[in-house]
């Protein structure tokens, strides 16, 4: 399985909006609706963001969502804030019901 | 609220085999899926397997050859095995939980570095 292909770096001023892409195959996030996004900061693990390609989880603000066409899925923070500069990785479910994430991208705040 | 915590060594030989633990607390490990994922230094996350706390498994193609996982369901762990290790499998290892409706890890560790050298 190959990784998810998102852009390394994406940056933006605050209280602008960003879009950060994530392209699969039709054996990963083009067919099934289990795209998930996940930011990190430096040190720290992890935290799920969106699920099942824009749910968010309980306590995650509004400003992010998410969306999916084909074979790319996204994620959009508006309104962007300092406290929103970090790492941000796609993953989704494939049809060998394995895990695969993208490479990562890093979002500046300008 | 639930946690998971990674424990073992942090310092692992060539050819050897890492062993990691990941305790939870807070709740049960029954009707969960139990992952673990790590990260090299300064890249990416790579999902490594996961496991139902009942026993069926999944594993990455690229590590199942090398990759073991239980679940200690009456101490609330489960356990990674990865057998052969080289430098290249030296990162940050990180255990989640994944709902089971969900495809998605919404609870992880704090991770722990494991480090691969003589």
């Known amino acids: 399985q190959s990784a998810l292909t998102q852009p390394a770096s994406v940056s933006g001023s605050p209280g602008q909006s960003i879009t950060i892409s994530c392209t699969g195959t039709?054996?990963?996030?083009?067919?099934?609706?289990?795209v998930s996004w996940y930011q990190q900061h430096p040190g720290k693990a992890p935290k799920l963001m969106i699920y099942?390609?824009?749910n968010r989880p309980s306590g995650v603000t509004h400003r992010f969502s998410g969306s999916k066409s084909g074979n790319t899925a996204s994620l959009a923070v508006s309104g962007l804030q300092a406290e929103d500069e970090a790492d941000y990785y796609c993953?989704?479910?494939?049809?060998?019901?394995?895990?695969?994430f993208g490479g990562g991208t890093r979002l500046t705040v300008l | 609220q639930v946690q998971l915590q990674e424990s073992g060594p942090g310092l692992v030989k060539p050819s050897e085999t890492l062993s990691l633990t990941c305790t939870v607390s807070?709740?049960?490990?029954?009707?969960?899926?139990w992952s673990w994922i790590r990260q090299p230094p300064g890249k990416g996350l790579e999902w490594i397997a996961y496991?139902?706390?009942?026993?069926?498994?999944n594993y990455n193609p690229s590590l199942k050859s090398r990759v073991t996982i239980s679940v200690d369901t009456p101490k609330n762990q489960f356990s990674l095995k990865l057998s052969s290790v080289t430098a290249a499998d030296t990162a940050v290892y990180y255990c989640a939980r994944r709902p089971v409706p969900l495809r998605a890890f919404d609870i992880w560790g704090q991770g722990t570095m494991v480090t691969v050298s003589s």
């Open positions: 807070g709740g049960s490990i029954s009707s969960y899926y």
């Open positions: 993953s989704s479910y494939t049809s060998s019901s394995a895990v695969v």
């Open positions: 039709s054996s990963d996030v083009g067919g099934y609706n289990y």
């Open positions: 496991m139902y706390y009942s026993g069926s498994t």
């Open positions: 099942d390609v824009s």
